[in-house]
């Protein structure tokens, strides 16, 4: 059974990076499109970014295009998100979340339609 843990968030100055990542234990990434979702204090969860099972193919929020970049290892068993440019506005929870074959969910987060979902690692851009 696909299990999905986060990794990599912490402080980070405005302007700052830090770089997640979400890495799969019982399968490989295969088969699975992974998205990236975030939920900030009394907001609602956003869809941030996805990868295709193939490696290849990307999305993006309006709020992070051009300084977020989502890739995947050649073992295919960890998805990056790799965060630059931040700002306080990027402060949230960070979540990582594995679809079937395509990120055709994305960016809805309704967890039930999810195959897998991380625990959430804390990002927090602050000076």
């Known amino acids: 059974q696909l299990q999905l843990v986060e990794s990599g968030g912490g402080l980070a100055q405005p302007g700052g990076s830090l770089r997640l990542s979400c890495t799969a234990s019982g399968e490989t990434l295969d088969f699975h499109a992974i998205g990236w979702f975030r939920r900030a204090p009394g907001k609602e969860i956003e869809g941030v970014s996805c990868l295709g099972s193939s490696g290849r193919t990307t999305k993006y929020s309006d709020s992070v295009k051009g300084r977020f970049t989502i890739s995947r290892d050649d073992a295919k068993t960890t998805v990056y998100l790799q965060m630059n440019n931040l700002q306080p506005e990027d402060t949230a929870v960070y979540y990582c979340?594995?679809?079937?074959?395509?990120?055709?969910?994305?960016?809805?987060?309704?967890?039930?339609?999810?195959?897998?979902w991380g625990q959430g690692t804390q990002v927090t851009v602050s000076s």
């Open positions: 979340a594995a679809e079937e074959i395509r990120c055709s969910k994305w960016p809805a987060a309704r967890r039930a339609e999810y195959d897998a």
